[in-house]
Structure formats: C-alpha cells, structure tokens
C-alpha cells in the first residue's frame, strides 16, 4: 500500500482533524460571514458565524463570503463540492491535485470561470 503525506499510510488520521488557520492569514483573506469548519475550541472566530462538527456545518445553510478550512481525509469532496455549489468564499486544502476530490473540483470550477 502507498504511503502518504510523511510515510502514513492514512495521514488524516491523527490524535486531531483540526488544521487551526493563522490569523494572519483569515485577516488578509476577509472578512468572512461564514466558517462551517470552526475548530471547538478555538482561539479566535474565522468568520462572524461558526459551526463547529458539533453543529454539522455541512447541514447549515451558508451565508455570504465563506471560509472553509474543512476535515482532511476521504470526506474532504463532500466540503469541496459544498464550496463549487455555494459559489462565494475560499476553501483551505492541501493541494493534493493527485487525489479525486481535488482534480475534479479544481477542473469544474475552472471551467465554469473560462
């Protein structure tokens, strides 16, 4: 079997699925209205609205420009999909184009702005 990011066979699969963004960074890229992957706890908000895994943010209806830093693993297609159809925010995946979710989310969404 093919070994992963750093030689793990399922490199998701750790003590934590939660990848905290610098604050920094969601300072530059915002102001978000929405973060339906906020970390529980964090350290500080995302977006004006945050639903954490307890609220099931793929269930909550999105508002406004969205951030999503989504859960890495097999399910991080189900986040991308819900980004391409919401149509108005930044996702934060690692740029694994090798990989499915990845290739066909970055391909439909180029060819709808080409």
Not at 3 to 27: C, F, M
Not at 93 to 99: E, G, I, L, M
Request: hydrophobic share 35%.
């Amino acid at each position: 079997m093919g070994r992963g990011i750093s030689g793990h066979e399922k490199p998701y699969e750790g003590a934590t699925n939660v990848w905290l963004t610098p604050k920094e960074l969601i300072g530059a890229l915002g102001p978000f209205e929405c973060d339906p992957c906020a970390a529980d706890p964090r350290p500080f908000d995302c977006a004006t609205v945050n639903y954490t895994e307890a609220d099931d943010g793929l269930s909550k209806r999105w508002n406004g420009f969205a951030w999503c830093n989504p859960p890495y693993g097999p399910w991080v297609g189900v986040w991308l999909e819900r980004m391409r159809t919401h149509r108005n925010g930044i996702a934060l995946v690692f740029a694994r184009t090798d990989t499915k979710a990845v290739s066909y989310t970055h391909l439909d969404v180029y060819k709808r702005q080409t």
